[in-house]
């Protein structure tokens, strides 16, 4: 049983707005105490285009696109850094850069050299990651990725399963992945971070999580990012559905036991890795981030006007007509790609607490008391632990009080945002 922390542990007086993102904070609550990282900004690029298009996926990407497509994107984007980089106050020097997508390997690094100058001239780049799709990956482009300065890789393998491959609509085959875990190796990236999809209904009897992520890290992966497969109506999958509660809760669990034994550390819900991952930790710890490209969002730097940053996604996006359909109005209509569309609502300081309730409960070290303590009135911490709902959890070692950090048991990460929610519901109560 769990003992429940109660409130008149809490201490009085709440850190008032100004303090609340400031370095001195960020340290002294207790977020992120293991994290040694410089950079307190990151910059997310989004490149949309695609060899082709895996039925499950959501993301904003084409496979419909043409050469002249591909130029104007990328001059865009060095425009779109430009005019985002004037609002960066001038403390602000480390940075992390993530090329995220649709498929960034599709292309040569010469394709992101200037931007990444541009970036250099202003910023040192401490953690450089790239996403690559083992079907679009030559072994040359490993070496050229690190002469760009790339130091991380996530690689789109989703399963070593020829079924599950062949299932979720992946072009490449094992042999592939294990290729590509040996030309990152030669190259001399030392941080490959492979992408697994699990919860499969038709095909969990079909393989063995276990053996995959062995063979995987004894071929040079350095981590593994598990996520749980999710069906949405704008997909090919609409009509697809997951495995039973059950099956998925017992996949997660041989998920977090085989990492453990690998010397993985689980940082975050789907994050397991020897190498803590910069860039994930700015969005999970509240911190801002750029976002370049059509479909990103990003969270500009608080300023004295606005306290907690200012939200915002790119793009005016067309509305999908049908499951799978994802074109992008690159000849008719482009320059609306790259419209910044800024929150109309002003991100207050409700709106950033109830954020990081969300993501820091999927974190390793999950919520620190002392930063609840330092956020919330007394009032508020007592209606907390005083619920039926949370005590019950307690006891049931749902939620689990250990070194003053209120953390979620393994299986239970999976069902991470209910359980925000229903801290949501008793620390934001209106009455």
């Not at 003992?3 to 370095?23: F, H, M, R, T, W």
């Not at 410089?38 to 298009?53: K, N, S």
């Not at 039973?244 to 977090?256: Q, R």
Request: proline letters at 5%; aromatic letters at 10%; a negative charge.
């Amino acid at each position: 049983m769990t003992k429940v922390i109660s409130a008149k542990n809490s201490k009085p007086g709440v850190v008032q707005d100004a303090q609340l993102v400031s370095e001195q904070f960020f340290r002294s609550s207790g977020l992120a105490a293991d994290f040694a990282a410089e950079a307190r900004l990151g910059i997310y690029v989004h490149v949309p285009f695609c060899p082709h298009i895996c039925p499950y996926c959501d993301f904003v990407k084409t496979a419909k696109f043409s050469r002249a497509d591909v130029s104007g994107y990328f001059s865009a984007l060095e425009k779109q850094y430009d005019s985002l980089i004037a609002e960066i106050p001038e403390s602000l020097t480390t940075v992390t850069v993530y090329l995220g997508g649709g498929t960034p390997s599709l292309f040569p690094a010469a394709y992101y050299r200037p931007l990444v100058d541009k970036i250099r001239k202003r910023f040192v780049i401490e953690e450089f990651t790239i996403e690559s799709n083992p079907f679009s990956n030559s072994e040359r482009a490993f070496a050229d990725w690190v002469d760009l300065g790339v130091n991380r890789i996530t690689l789109g393998a989703q399963s070593l399963n020829p079924a599950v491959l062949s299932y979720l609509g992946r072009q490449h085959n094992s042999k592939q992945i294990l290729a590509n875990l040996n030309a990152a190796r030669s190259a001399g990236l030392n941080q490959v971070q492979v992408d697994l999809i699990f919860g499969l209904k038709e095909l969990v009897g079909q393989r063995n999580l276990r053996d995959e992520i062995t063979e995987l890290a004894g071929n040079g992966a350095t981590g593994v990012s598990c996520y749980l497969l999710t069906i949405e109506e704008s997909t090919a999958f609409a009509k697809e559905s997951t495995a039973t509660d059950d099956t998925v809760v017992n996949e997660y669990l041989t998920l977090i036991e085989t990492c453990q034994a690998l010397g993985f550390v689980q940082f975050e819900t789907s994050n397991f890795s020897r190498n803590p991952p910069i860039h994930n930790r700015l969005y999970w710890y509240g911190l801002p981030y750029l976002g370049l490209g059509t479909g990103a969002h990003g969270l500009m730097p608080a300023t004295s006007s606005t306290p907690f940053g200012t939200r915002y996604r790119v793009g005016e996006l067309s509305q999908r007509k049908v499951p799978g359909d994802d074109h992008l109005p690159f000849a008719s209509d482009s320059e609306m790609l790259f419209v910044i569309n800024s929150s109309e609502e002003m991100r207050d300081r409700e709106a950033m607490l109830q954020e990081l309730l969300f993501t820091l409960l999927r974190t390793q070290d999950g919520i620190p008391l002392a930063w609840l303590e330092a956020v919330y009135e007394p009032a508020r911490l007592a209606r907390l632990w005083a619920d039926a709902r949370i005590r019950k959890a307690c006891d049931a070692g749902y939620f689990q009080v250990e070194n003053r950090h209120l953390r979620l048991s393994p299986a239970e990460k999976l069902r991470g945002d209910s359980w925000a929610l229903l801290l949501i519901s008793c620390l934001h109560a209106s009455h």
